[in-house]
């Protein structure tokens, strides 16, 4: 068994699962805060010498996991790993984050798209020559994505059969 601990809480204007922006590009400009917990501030050291962060976070939400979906970006069922829909097996979100600046053990960040309360799981630093391959497909999303700047979150992930339910 795979057990982990939060070492934050998210905390956003989106104070609900629907209407919220599904990726950070749909939260351009939407300030949030990390409260990080006292016994993990040591570990922000050096952090505020970085412009953005991935974060990492239980989405804590999440009811359903399913292997096929209906993304909010298509109509269309899609293979689950295939897509960024909230309903997976391992409820673990992903967004990167503007960082404006650190604050004993609060950060302040720009472009969240995560839902107010969010227990934050991990914090790594964005480095462009780390992660930026040459030629990228993007599957079915290649003339979708752009569509995610202005598409906000609807019901569709929080009806259905849990994965958990069937074993």
Not at 89 to 106: A, D, F, T
């Amino acid at each position: 068994m795979i057990f982990y601990k939060p070492i934050g809480i998210i905390h956003s204007p989106f104070k609900a699962l629907t209407d919220m922006p599904i990726q950070p590009v749909g939260a351009s400009e939407v300030k949030g805060e990390i409260e990080i917990f006292p016994e993990f501030a040591e570990g922000l050291k050096d952090l505020e010498g970085f412009s953005h962060i991935y974060i990492m976070y239980h989405f804590h939400q999440n009811k359903v996991a399913r292997l096929t979906v209906k993304p909010f970006l298509d109509n269309n069922e899609r293979g689950l790993f295939a897509t960024r829909a909230p309903c997976r097996p391992n409820p673990i979100g992903l967004s990167l984050v503007r960082l404006i600046s650190v604050e004993g053990n609060h950060l302040l960040i720009e472009n969240i798209d995560a839902l107010d309360g969010t227990p934050l799981l991990d914090i790594k630093p964005y480095v462009p020559g780390f992660e930026s391959p040459e030629e990228v497909r993007t599957g079915w999303l290649d003339k979708k994505a752009i569509d995610a700047r202005k598409h906000r979150s609807d019901h569709r992930f929080m009806q259905g059969t849990s994965l958990r339910d069937k074993e």
